[in-house]
C-alpha cells in the first residue's frame, strides 16, 4: 500500500512539472520591421506577431514579444536569454546557435509598384524597365537581380530617397513611375496613405527571400519548433494564414 501511494505521488509530481514547463512563457524577440512586427504603445504587433500569437495559442502555450535592436536580439538567442527570434534569414553561422522552422513565416517578396493608370511594360526583366523612372531608399539592397542593373547602368532613371514612405508619396502624386519595394512593406505605407486602391504590384515579383522563426539551441526547443512548424503549415493550407494578413489590411 506504501509503495503503491509512493508511485502515485511520483506520478502526481511529473504532472506537475509538465504542467509547470508547458505553462512557462516563450520568450519570443524581434526588430521594429512594420508591417510584419513593431511596438504598438505597450505590447507588439503587425501580420507576423498576429500569425504566431494564433499558432502558439493553437499550441495552448503563452508567449512574450519583445521589439529590440537585431544584435542584441540574436545575441539573446544564442545565450538563450530568448527562447526565439523572427523574422530570420537562414545563414550558416546563425545555424550553429538556432533551430530554424521548416516552414517559412514570411517570404519577404521584392516587386515592382505602379500607379493604376499608369502603362508600364513590366515584363519580369529589367531591360523593360530601362526607361522607367523608379523610387528607391538611398544605401538598400533589392536583392541580386535589381542591385547589378544599378551598378550596370541598365536602369538609366532611378530617384533616390531616405525612406521607403517618401517613394510612395512620389508615386501617388505622380512623380515617378514606379517603385521597387518589399511587397508587404508597400502596402503598409500605401494603407497608411490611403492609396491601396490607387497602386498596383507589377507580376512576376522581383525576389522572394524566405523568412523563418528560429529557436535557440541553448534551450533546447527543437521540439516545440517541430509542434509549430505542423501548427503553422496547418493555417497555410487552411487559409487562415493569408486571412490574418488580408484583416490586417483590411482595418
Known sequence: MK???HIT???MGLTFCATAV???TVRLVTLEYPPYQYEAGSDADGIVVRILREAFAKM?????IEVLPWKRSLKMVETGDADAIFTAYKTAERETFLDYSKTVLMPQVVSVWVNKDKSVAFDGSMDSLSDVSIGLVDGLSYGGTVD???TSGALTSLDYAPESSNNIKKLMGGRIDAVIMNKY???HHLKNLGGLEKVVELEPELSSVP???AFSKANNLAGMRDELDTVLQGMIDSGEYQSI???YFAQ
Open 211 to 213: 523568412s523563418y522563426i
Open 185 to 187: 512593406g508597400a502596402m
Open 60 to 64: 495552448k502555450a503563452d508567449i512574450s
Open 148 to 150: 547589378d542593373a544599378i
Open 22 to 24: 508547458k505553462a512557462e
Open 245 to 247: 494578413i488580408d484583416t
Open 3 to 5: 509503495r503503491l501511494a
Open 9 to 11: 505521488l511520483i506520478a
